[in-house]
């Protein structure tokens, strides 16, 4: 098995030991090798970097245990999770401002400045994909994206944490709290507002009127991009954005699809959004040309 798909285990792995969900991420794991078609890279030379989730720390026990299973199997390799926006902050400061801490910290870490591979968990993830897209300098190799909301959420997520803070966050304008999570925030209810008022993805994905070249150019430079989803996730939800799916503006919807609760209705493929059928960012291009994996394990996002 080679390097791409064994890093991605290694987190499906981890991902699991966290939350209350079994074994079946060795099944997942299996289920990858099979198909498994990344060339065998000479790979020591290229780090690897790791961006944390929300509400989570490159120094958490979580991800040091990332970090040392990536070492078990390449133990010459420089892994380092970046110290960007560690625990309260990765919630509190908006995206854009995560991510100028990001390129700070990599352009300052000599070990990076002929490339690196890159594996982001969740909000990481995105914050990775906007390195990607808008600096890319030094470049990233292949990048492996873990239940990360790269096509946005639309429902505040389960988990405990987020109790105190989304109702707050939702009696104003969720759009406009200063807080990371807006920055991914997509309401299906409105893709006029969504467009107006989102100030991260909407520009990420190329979703504006404006697009920029340079976001699908450096999308295209990627060796790889390996998306991965957790089927039970509840906290990106819908948990296909993960792997670019999401619902459909609901003006789009019928009468009767409108009235089902968001949580149940279908999800567009990757395939069938509007975003890869217009190869905003690439993602057409990187699929038909076999550097695009999907994986997905029967798990949640804790
Ligand atoms: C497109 O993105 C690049 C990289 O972030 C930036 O330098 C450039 O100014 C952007 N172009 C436009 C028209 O916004």
Redesign the pocket.
Known sequence: MTMGVRVACAALLSLESLSAATVVASAAADRASPSDTLPDPADDAVPVVLMHGIADSSTSAAMQQLVDSILAAFPAKRVLALPVSNGLASILREMDRQLEELVRIIRADNSLKHGFDAMGFSQGGLLLRAYIE??NSPPVRRFISICSPQAGVGFCPLSPMFQWLCPMWRSGDPYRTGIAFSGYWKDVSSREVYLAENNFLANLNNELPTT?S??KANMLALERYVLVMALRDKTVVPPASAVHGYWQWEDRLDRSSVQVPLVERPVLPMEETEGYQSDAIGLQTLHVTGRLHRLSFDGMQR
């Open positions: 808008r600096f920029n340079t976001y």
